[in-house]
């Protein structure tokens, strides 16, 4: 099968691979579309210490049940979503959905499981879901993302007419504010210093989309927001969040840190916020699910790029290098 091979730091090529045997529990998917998230970006170009070399790349994917290897509740031909996240069967974490909590959690194509930016992708049968009817075949593979901002606001305990802040206009960014919408908050802004992302914003229904690239409007939205929720993830983006919480409110950061950054816990503690992270997702993608297959998250202004297998390298390395500005680029095996 051929197969997007990453061999080591930005040495990402079209190999021809043999297909993997299966063993029990496992399902062979056949790929039809696979998104190129953030951490792909990061894996390539070397800056995930846990990616071992070599490996396949790609965990945002649908495709159609090719074969089953032992009792699975799928069937030939059924299309599926991945959600991949591989932990351990018999760990009670496991057993309770927490599978990002598993000490064995990994990430399909990221750390030493091949991924999806292949023809065909061999996965544990409980990393399968069935994709919605009527949803097109991107927006089946962007389930996986809108999960990650589903999380976020799950975590930050959204309730119906709040207002939320969303720093990053990102893939996940654009996700979420159309994701807190659909969810009941009652006014959404979003900032980055992208005025392309920002225009995109407003046209997926954000109130406000504010452009910081002369800083964050610190004086303006002092203690405006019930929650903020944090897709970059600096020191200066975690002070933000906490200015502009309302007494009481509460702070997601999802954006990984670039290290360790000091808190303001004396203003937090002074506001009485509540900080939480969001990384990955439980074993539940129902509300992604039904958020697009309802139609209240719209994912194809976000896709920037449509390529081939064969031409993603090349494309890949253009955005890595900053030559190219892509928010979510869809690869078609």
């Known amino acids: 099968m051929k197969a997007l091979l990453l061999k080591a730091p930005r040495q990402l090529e079209i190999a021809d691979l043999p297909a993997a045997p299966l063993q029990a529990g496992q399902v062979r998917v056949r790929v039809r579309k696979v998104g190129v998230c953030g951490s792909d970006y990061s894996s390539v170009a070397g800056k995930l210490p846990f990616t071992r070399y070599p490996i396949v790349p790609g965990h945002e994917a649908c495709g159609d049940v090719m074969e089953c290897s032992g009792d699975t509740p799928f069937r030939i031909g059924e299309r599926v979503v991945i959600h991949p996240i591989l932990g351990d069967r018999d760990d009670p974490v496991f057993a309770r959905g927490d599978v990002h909590h598993c000490d064995s959690t990994e990430v399909l194509g990221v750390v030493s499981r091949n991924g999806a930016y292949a023809q065909e992708v061999v996965v544990e049968d409980y990393m399968l879901r069935p994709a919605p009817a009527g949803v097109d075949d991107e927006t089946a593979a962007m389930v996986e993302p809108v999960a990650v901002a589903v999380r976020a606001l799950n975590r930050g305990a959204l309730s119906r ?53 002369g800083g964050f409007p610190a004086e303006r939205f002092e203690k405006s927001f019930d929650l903020v929720i944090d897709g970059v993830g600096n020191e200066q983006t975690v002070a933000d969040a906490v200015v502009a919480c309302r007494r009481g409110g509460r702070i997601v950061v999802y954006g990984v840190p670039p290290g360790e950054i000091r808190f303001p816990l004396k203003t937090a503690f002074a506001k009485d916020l509540t900080l939480a992270t969001s990384r990955l997702y439980d074993a539940d993608f129902s509300t992604a699910l039904r958020l697009v297959s309802e139609g209240r998250i719209r994912t194809h202004p976000l896709i920037t790029h449509r390529v081939a297998l064969e031409d993603a390298p090349e494309l890949i390395g253009r955005i890595l290098d900053g030559s190219e500005a892509a928010i979510k680029v869809m690869i078609t095996p």
Not at 163 to 172: E, S, T
Not at 180 to 206: I, K, N, Q, W
């Open 161 to 213: 007419g709040e207002r939320v802040l969303v720093l990053g206009a990102g893939n996940i960014g654009l996700l979420l504010i159309q994701a807190a919408r659909a969810l009941g908050a009652g006014r959404v802004v979003v900032t980055d210093l992208a005025p392309s992302r920002l225009r995109l914003a407003e046209t997926l229904g954000v109130d406000e989309a504010v452009d910081v690239r």
